[in-house]
């Protein structure tokens, strides 16, 4: 039974990912002005980056391809979009709670992907 939640549990964790790269490469612009908004180095290079990150780990953890690899790749990734882009330390009243929210989900995301690479992907993958 513990594969079955294996397999949901990586389904569930890998669609953000993948979704979310498809949806920054259809809309590279809107995209690239976020990227710009927080003043990061090489904005189109960063976001290209992310997007294959994003896409190409994302896939290979709903497939169970490389799940450890894979999983601690998109939990640095994560770790660094919270930081980057939920700096709650920096923001005052709602907004600050906003954003510690924000910051908040994703080291909860992070906590799923160590949980991840502990367990493995389970018996059913697509790519051993």
Known sequence: MSDYYLFAGRLFIAVMYVLSGANKLLFFSHGLDEVKSRNLPFPQLALSATIAVQLICGLAIMAGFQTTTASLLLALFTLATAVLFYDFWNQEGAQRTLMFTGFLEHISII??????MGAGPGKFVLLP
Do not use: N, S
Request: glycine fraction near 34%.
């Open 111 to 116: 906590g799923g992907f160590a949980l991840l």
